[in-house]
């Protein structure tokens, strides 16, 4: 497999865990789900139906690829948790530390966490959110947590999903799906405010 290809494929697969892992967290589609304790989970997804796809090759790339990123960021960063292709359907699952490793790993513009530490790390959050509950709070309360992602996917988290920009739509309490062109310079990252 011509490395273009495989770079693709793991730029498709590798935003994170994916289905089949167990009934913690599976997923569909692309997913990443943060976790309580600042831990993410990380699905992709993706048809498999060429050719000349090898899933062998496809495997020691994905493998490769997390060890050279673990021998520079040190052990535990990101883990694979599970790589299979079923039904023509690429799956992986892979566990990160932390918000900064999902980010760094995926080349993405990534941050989970308080909205103050957010805003501590230069993220211009603004002020325009759509409420998705009647609950009676303000997006930037105290208590409560964002994620900021720049790349499309499905993002899962461990609460509420009170406020969301305008490029976001929920599909569940704690789900909502991204909209996200990586190709558009102006595109602007999604906010997704829970508690």
């Known amino acids: 497999m011509r490395k273009a290809v495989k770079l693709g494929m793991l730029s498709v697969l590798s935003a994170a865990l994916l289905a089949g892992c167990g009934a913690e967290f599976s997923a569909e589609k692309d997913t990443v789900y943060v976790q309580k304790k600042g831990t993410i989970k990380g699905a992709n997804v993706a048809v498999f139906d060429k050719d000349y796809y090898d899933e062998t090759e496809l495997s020691d790339f994905i493998t490769d690829t997390v060890n050279t990123y673990v021998a520079k960021a040190g052990d535990g960063t990101v883990e694979i948790r599970e790589f299979a292709v ?9 566990d990160y530390a932390g918000a900064e490793d999902y980010a760094n790993f995926n080349g993405v513009e990534f941050f989970a966490g308080n909205i103050l530490d957010a805003k501590a790390d230069g993220y211009d959050i603004p002020n325009a959110f759509t409420a998705v509950t009647d609950k009676e709070t303000t997006w930037d309360a105290e208590d409560n947590k964002i994620v900021i992602v720049g790349q499309q996917t499905q993002v899962q988290v461990d609460g509420t999903i009170l406020f969301i920009s305008d490029n976001v739509s929920v599909t569940g309490k704690n ?8 190709l558009d310079q102006e595109a602007q990252p999604a906010y997704i405010v829970y508690k």
């Open 175 to 182: 789900t909502a799906d991204v909209t996200y062109d990586i």
């Open 86 to 94: 079923e039904d023509q359907v690429a799956h992986v699952y892979l």
